[in-house]
């Protein structure tokens, strides 16, 4: 089980979360489900912090691990966005270990954006729609109609998981709504551990995910955590 780091990796969801259900019981959890709404979510996130790392191993020995750091502001349309990879071992290709980039705003309007891969720096030529885009994807990678997906916006993923999965959801004491599936065996031969929790915007905050193939002893694990709406020391240029 050789994983290649791909950013989706970060924030996808287990098949097991693709129903088309949304037959939830009533109660609390409905309730919080219910009140998800991708607008009301985008509005009122402003800013994100997010540390991920990555994890490849076989028999206890890693293989190979991916880190990845960002961090965005899109208050009043001021757009800034910063992102960090490192990669080793398996997570490695062609030859990127790693990769910085940094886009912001001007006042004029015009936006500023270098990359850094293996130490040397490009300048990119983008424009303010793009860099909007760009941390629009952050957020969600397809809508169909109005159901939103591939981002740290959970919310209707988790409506669409209805009645076939809510006994996997609990509102735990810090007020946020936690998936859990433990030891699931859906793909044959091997075994999957996962839990993340969402905040009432259904914004993913803390995501862990562990896989093992049993006959190899191969193993792969991801590890996230995000906060929202925070101040930023955001740079003005990196080297």
Known sequence: MKSKFIYLNLIIISSILTSCNNGFPDGPIKDYV?????????KNT????????NVDSKDGVTLGEAKTYFEFDKTDDEYYLYLKREFSGSYITDDVETIETLSYLKENDSVY????????KKTNNINKVA?????DSFFYKDKTYDYYR?????GDLIYRAGDTYHMNLKIEDDGLL?????????????????????NPLGMVVTFHYDGRILETNETTANDIN????????????IN
């Open 226 to 237: 995000i906060e929202y709406n925070v101040e930023l020391n955001k740079k003005t240029d």
């Open 131 to 135: 860099l909007a885009d760009s941390i």
């Open 46 to 53: 402003n800013s994100c912090v997010l540390n991920s790392i």
């Open 34 to 42: 219910y009140n998800f709404n991708f607008e009301k979510a985008y």
């Open 113 to 120: 954006s270098v990359t850094i891969t293996n130490g040397i």
């Open 178 to 198: 936690y998936y859990t599936l433990t030891n699931d065996i859906t793909y044959e031969g091997a075994i999957f551990n996962q839990k993340f929790a969402v």
């Open 150 to 154: 591939g981002g740290l916006y959970y």
